[in-house]
């Protein structure tokens, strides 16, 4: 069974960066398309984005331009680089297969002035 353990997240201000890191276990981890979701107080968890096994990526439109997804196979890493940092992005960000199984504890990211 894949685990995933997401960290990086923290406080800052607004038009600020944060990069996300998640360390995945298993010897496939080239194979899986991962992607990053994130869960805002009061509602549901929400998709990201997305990298395939062959680096493809997309992005949710309220990301585009400022997120940018990317693996490092090597090291079973996928990670999140969040720029230009919006309140409206404060969530629990969590990384996945895509589709998902068993979630981890994800990583807090607050954007506040």
């Known amino acids: 069974q894949v685990q995933l353990v997401e960290s990086g997240g923290g406080l800052v201000q607004p038009g600020q960066s944060l990069r996300l890191s998640c360390a995945a276990s298993?010897?496939?981890?080239?194979?899986?398309?991962m992607a990053w979701y994130r869960q805002a107080p009061g509602k549901q968890r929400e998709w990201v984005a997305t990298?395939?096994?062959?680096?493809?990526?997309t992005y949710t439109n309220s990301v585009k331009g400022r997120f940018t997804i990317s693996r490092d196979n090597a090291k079973n890493t996928v990670y999140l680089q969040m720029n230009s940092l919006k309140p409206e992005d404060t969530a629990v960000y969590y990384c996945?297969?895509?589709?998902?199984?068993?979630w981890g504890q994800g990583t807090q990211v607050t954007v506040s002035s």
């Open positions: 990298v395939t096994a062959n680096t493809l990526t």
């Open positions: 298993g010897s496939i981890f080239s194979r899986y398309v």
């Open positions: 996945n297969l895509m589709p998902p199984v068993a």
